[in-house]
């Protein structure tokens, strides 16, 4: 999965049009148990208009609702 910086579409609806993949956690492979989730400051968002994807540690995330479904 390849991440970018966020898109335009939440500027101009100030992150209304996002939802949280993963919150404050990564599933890496460079952390020891390989591949599970480890806590982390940062989050996976996704914007529900174009599907950008990027990581933030943004403090409003903690308000955005988690992604449903498939993603």
């Known amino acids: 999965m390849s991440y970018s910086k966020s898109c335009s579409c939440t500027k101009e609806h100030k992150h209304k ?22 806590p982390s400051n940062y989050s996976d968002v ?15 995330v903690d308000e955005a609702p988690d992604a449903k479904g498939r993603w």
């Not at 996002?18 to 989730?37: D, H, L, W």
């Open 17 to 38: 049009n996002v939802e949280v993949v993963i919150r404050n956690a990564n599933y890496s492979y460079f952390e020891s148990p390989r591949g599970q989730r480890h």
């Open 46 to 60: 996704r914007c529900t208009i174009c599907g950008k994807m990027w990581r933030t540690k943004g403090k409003w």
